[in-house]
């Protein structure tokens, strides 16, 4: 509006008479223009005096804020104190804004109702986000189901959880790759050193030094003996002993030494085994009910009669009703990969029939002398170059 369809005079007095009807003109209190509005010339002026006014009120409270100088006079301010719920209860309120001059949208940074009182490992400022991820639910500390955890907290956690323990915190064993990552453990009770467990093993779950399970702690050597013998398949004065030295891929003792009460015989057996009953030496036959593998209520079950190459470097004869089982056991028991077992040779049959065809090719095989004896954890085992024999007597 031009100021002469107000009637201003040309030296611009503060009132002027238009149609008897006086108008009071007044100074904008943002940029001191005159103005016939009672205190802004416009809104702009209203929106930049309230944002100042807020941003110089903050000053006192810049550092404790994180408010960049830059931003202090500017509209970003207006979401400081704004509040999200978190999943455990907890509020999110906006603290500040982050000075990050290269992105394009703001950082805000929060305030945790519940994160934050740990200053040790949610020290102020390290809970942060954008508008965009807050008002779309996000939420960006401890209170997720699954943070995000830096490196250096981790570190933390997993140092707290040590102490917890009385175990000491060695470092991480290879690069940091998260919760996967594995750490280096060292208890001075036992003065133990390992690096089975993983980060999350450790926070997660209640597994003690493995040392200790080695040792059967956890429960009396006497107590597995009197489940062997409940099994009521070993003979009276049949000695048990742990194999301390054989380990399983776990890093547990699992393995034991047998020594028969009728025939003498040593061998190594899993805790698992023994207390199925199963016995490894060879004067157990099948008139006395399922020793030595015979089991006379399923002697017409289809049954498989199989010969693994382990490693290049011996064979076993052996039966099972489970191939894909038996793999794993064999595996375990013999600590070799599946990939280096090797099937030479299946049949498949009743078991009556096929406990018959294992225990000819074994006494054929001793016989001859092909018997393996630099493995002690199965009587099974025969020399890699009995292929061409045992392939003649099953063909």
């Not at 009672?38 to 941003?55: D, Q, V």
């Not at 810049?62 to 509209?75: G, M, Q, R």
């Not at 199963?278 to 199989?306: H, M, S």
């Amino acid at each position: 509006m031009r100021p002469q369809a107000l009637g201003w005079t040309k030296d611009y007095t503060t009132a002027v008479y238009l149609s008897e009807k006086i108008i009071t003109m007044n100074k904008c209190k943002n940029c001191g223009e005159d103005t016939t509005q009672p205190n802004f010339c416009s809104m702009g002026c209203y929106n930049k005096l309230r944002t100042r006014e807020r941003a110089e009120a903050m000053l006192e409270f810049k550092d404790e804020l994180y408010v960049p100088e830059h931003l202090l006079f500017t509209s970003s301010l207006k979401l400081i104190g704004k509040e999200y719920p978190t999943p455990k209860g907890g509020i999110l309120t906006i603290k500040g804004v982050h000075n990050q001059k290269n992105k394009r949208s703001l950082d805000y940074i929060l305030h945790c109702s519940i994160c934050s009182q740990d200053e040790e490992l949610w020290p102020d400022g390290t809970i942060y986000a954008a508008r965009y991820v807050l008002d779309r639910g996000g939420i960006v500390c401890g209170c997720v189901l699954n943070p995000k955890w830096t490196e250096e907290q981790t570190l933390l956690r997993v140092e707290r959880k040590v102490k917890e323990r009385g175990w000491k915190f060695l470092g991480f064993d290879g690069d940091y790759k998260g919760s996967i990552t594995k750490v280096t453990l060292y208890n001075p009770q036992t003065e133990n050193t390992w690096n089975s467990f993983t980060v999350d093993t450790l926070l997660n779950n209640v597994q003690g030094d493995p040392y200790l399970r080695n040792e059967g702690r956890h429960f009396p050597e006497e107590v597995h003996i009197r489940d062997f013998f409940k099994t009521g398949r070993f003979s009276e004065g049949t000695k048990f002993e742990r194999h301390l030295e054989r380990l399983s891929k776990a890093g547990h003792s699992v393995y034991w030494w047998v020594t028969c009460g009728d025939c003498k015989t040593k061998y190594s057996s899993t805790l698992g085994n023994l207390k199925k009953g199963a016995v490894g030496c060879k004067c157990y036959t099948r008139d006395r009910n399922n020793r030595n593998g015979y089991y006379p209520d399923r002697a017409e079950e289809q049954d498989t009669l199989y010969v693994y190459c382990f490693d290049n470097k011996y064979i076993k004869v052996g039966r099972t009703f489970d191939m894909q089982r038996r793999l794993y056991h064999l595996s375990n028991m013999s600590a070799t990969a599946r990939d280096n077992i090797t099937l030479l040779y299946k049949e498949q049959n009743t078991h009556d029939y096929i406990y018959r065809l294992e225990q000819d090719i074994h006494e054929e095989l001793t016989e001859r002398g092909f018997y393996h004896q630099e493995e002690t954890w199965s009587t099974e085992l025969f020399d890699r170059d009995c292929e061409y024999i045992l392939m003649k007597i099953l063909k």
